[in-house]
C-alpha cells in the first residue's frame, strides 16, 4: 500500500505543498498511522498499514519531535483502550459471558494484548524501564556496596 497525498515541507522559500504518488510521508499517510498506533498500540501493524517499514517510522520519530508527540499521545490512547478491553474481557468471563466476536480486541488475543501492554508500560504510564534500554550507570561506591551485599548474602549458604 502506497501512501498518496500531500504533505507540507519546508523550503528554501518557506513551506511547500508537496503532492505524493509513491512512498512517501504524507499529512493523510500521518493520520492512517496515529489512527492505527489509537487502536491497537502496535507499531509494526500500524507502519504496516501505512505502507512504510517500521524502521522509517521510529527514524521519523526520532527526528521529528511534533511527530513524537502525536505518537505519544496516539499510544497513551491506545494503551488506555486496550486495558479497559481486556478488564471488559475479564469481567466476562468471570461472569462467563462469552466474548464478543466483534469486540475490537478480537484482532490479537488476550495474550498479545498484555504483552504490547508490557512493552509501553514505561512509556505510557512512567513505570518499570522499556524494553531494550540499559540500567543507568552506577558509580564504583555502588557496585562495591552492590558486590558485598551479595557476597553477604550468599556466606550463609557456603557455611551450610
Known amino acids: ?9 519546508g523550503g528554501k522559500d518557506g513551506p ?18 496515529l489512527d492505527q498506533l ?10 504496516k498499514a501505512t505502507g ?10 526520532r527526528h521529528d519531535p511534533a511527530f513524537a508527540e502525536r505518537w505519544q499521545a496516539a499510544l497513551e490512547q491506545g494503551y488506555a483502550r486496550i486495558e479497559m478491553l481486556l ?7 468471570l461472569e462467563g459471558i462469552a466474548p464478543d466476536p466483534d469486540t475490537p480486541l478480537a484482532e490479537m488475543s488476550v ?8 512493552l509501553h508500560r514505561a512509556s505510557v504510564k512512567g513505570e518499570g524501564r522499556a524494553p531494550g534500554w540499559r540500567a543507568r550507570p552506577r558509580s ?8 558485598l551485599a551479595k557476597l553477604e548474602a ?4 557456603r557455611e551450610a
Not at 505543498?17 to 498511522?33: K, L, N
Not at 512504510?52 to 520519530?61: G, M, N, Q, V
Not at 478488564?87 to 468471563?93: C, M, P, W
Open 16 to 33: 511547500q505543498i508537496v503532492q505524493s504518488e509513491g512512498a512517501r510521508w504524507t499529512d493523510e499517510a500521518e493520520a492512517r498511522f
Open 154 to 157: 550468599i556466606a550463609p549458604a
Open 1 to 9: 500500500m502506497s501512501a498518496v497525498g500531500t504533505t507540507i515541507r
Open 140 to 147: 564504583l561506591d555502588e557496585m562495591r556496596d552492590s558486590i
Open 52 to 61: 512504510f517499514s517500521r524502521e522509517a517510522i521510529y527514524k521519523r520519530r
Open 111 to 118: 495474550r498479545d494484548a498484555v504483552t504490547i501492554l508490557q
Open 87 to 93: 478488564v471488559q474481557r475479564a469481567t466476562d468471563a
Open 38 to 47: 489509537a487502536a491497537s498500540c502496535n507499531v509494526t501493524l500500524s507502519a
